[in-house]
C-alpha cells in the first residue's frame, strides 16, 4: 500500500508475522530489506508491477540488517535484476554474503557453551551466498528525486550493523528490527516472541538516538506502524523491557546463589517478560545473553568456565 506519495509499504506473511519492504519511487528507486528468498518472487515484484515499476528499475535494495527475512531474498533480486546494487552496513557483511558465516556467527554461536542456538532448518529462508556492491555508512544520503533524500543511520543492538532509513520529507524512520517493543508481534497482535537485540549497550543507544531525532512516523519490520506521541511509546517500551531483563537477572541470580545457566535463566524470566509462547522462549537467549556480558563487564556477575556455563553474582 501507499503510505505517502511514492512511498509503498509491500507486506506479506512469515510464519505467524508479517515482513515488510519499503520501496521509493522516484528518479531512482530504492527498496529497504527483500524478505525471505521467496519473498520477491510472491510479493515484491508482484507488487512491483502492479504500480508500474519493472524489477530492472530497482536502482538500490538496502539490507538493513543480517537476518534471513530481511536479507533472504536479495540473490532472487539479482537473479531478476543484474544492475540493481545491493547495499548494507560492513557491521553486518560478512553475515548477509555467507549462509553458513550467518549460521555459525549469529544463530548457533551460544551451542558450544551454552548447550542453546538453533537448527539449521531456518536457513531454507536465506539459503544462497549473495555478493553486496555497496557499503554504507551512517549520515550517508540516497537522492530520490529532486528535494527528496533518505538519510542512512547506523543503530546497532539487534545487530552490530543495523541500519535505519529517515525520510527526511515525511518525518518518517524506517527502522526494520533496530528496536522491538516488548516483543516481535503475530499477525493478530499477540505476542510471538522476545526482543532479540544481542548488544545491551548499542540498544539503548540506538533508542537514545531516535528519541533525539524529529520522527512523527517510525515504520518497521513486522511491527505496526506508529505515529504521533505513539514514537516516543514505542522507544519507552522498547527500553523498559531491557531495564525489567536487567533487574529480573540480578535479582535470580541473587536469590540463586549456587549459580545458573542461561537455558534456566530463560525458562525462569521468560514468562516474567513476557507471554510468548512456550515454543519460541529460546529467542530470549540473545537479549539474556547479552545482559550476561555487560554485567560481567561492570563486575556485577562472574561466570565459571564449564559446560554449560555457570553464572554468578560477583
Known amino acids: ?26 528518479d531512482t528507486v530504492v527498496l529497504l530489506d527483500a524478505g525471505i528468498i521467496g519473498t520477491p518472487d510472491s510479493a515484491i515484484f508482484p507488487y512491483m508491477e502492479k504500480i508500474g515499476i519493472s524489477p530492472g528499475r530497482l536502482s538500490m535494495v538496502i539490507a538493513m540488517h543480517a537476518d534471513g527475512d530481511h536479507h533472504g531474498g536479495l540473490p532472487a533480486i539479482k537473479d531478476a535484476s543484474a544492475s540493481t546494487l545491493l547495499a548494507c552496513h560492513q557491521g553486518d557483511l560478512a553475515l548477509i554474503q555467507d549462509p ?13 557453551d551454552h548447550q542453546l542456538g538453533f537448527g539449521r532448518e531456518g536457513m531454507v529462508y536465506s539459503p544462497r551466498a549473495c555478493k553486496i556492491d555497496v557499503v554504507l555508512s551512517a549520515d550517508e544520503t540516497i ?36 528496536v522491538q517493543a516488548g516483543g516481535c508481534p503475530t499477525m493478530t497482535g499477540s505476542m510471538s516472541f522476545s526482543p532479540t537485540y544481542y548488544a545491551v549497550d548499542a ?11 524529529p520522527i512523527e512516523h517510525i515504520y518497521s519490520g513486522h511491527w505496526p506502524q506508529v505515529h504521533g506521541t505513539e514514537v516516543q511509546g514505542f ?72 559446560t554449560p556455563v555457570e553464572y554468578f553474582l560477583a
Open 143 to 178: 537522492q530520490i528525486a529532486p528535494g527528496w533524500k533518505l538519510r542512512v543511520w547506523h543503530v546497532p543492538g539487534h545487530s552490530e550493523g543495523h541500519l535505519a532509513v529517515y525520510d527526511e520529507n515525511n518525518r518518517a524512520a524506517f527502522t526494520s528490527d533496530a
Open 203 to 213: 540498544y539503548l543507544a540506538t533508542i537514545r538516538f531516535l528519541e533525539n531525532q
Open 235 to 306: 522507544l519507552d517500551q522498547s527500553r523498559e523491557f531491557v531495564e525489567n531483563a536487567d533487574a529480573l537477572i540480578k535479582a535470580h541470580l541473587s536469590d540463586h546463589r549456587g549459580g545458573v545457566t542461561l537455558k534456566q535463566l530463560i525458562a525462569s524470566l521468560g514468562p516474567k517478560l513476557g507471554t510468548w509462547p512456550e515454543d519460541t522462549a529460546p529467542f530470549l537467549q540473545f537479549a539474556l545473553y547479552g545482559h550476561l556480558l555487560r554485567l560481567q563487564q561492570r563486575g556485577i556477575v562472574r561466570c565459571e568456565s564449564q
Open 100 to 112: 553458513e558465516y550467518l549460521y555459525q556467527n549469529r544463530y548457533n554461536f551460544l551451542a558450544r
Open 1 to 26: 500500500m501507499e503510505i505517502f506519495p511514492n512511498v509503498h509499504e509491500i507486506r506479506s506473511t512469515f510464519g505467524n508475522r508479517y515482513i515488510k519492504q519499503y520501496l521509493f519511487v522516484g
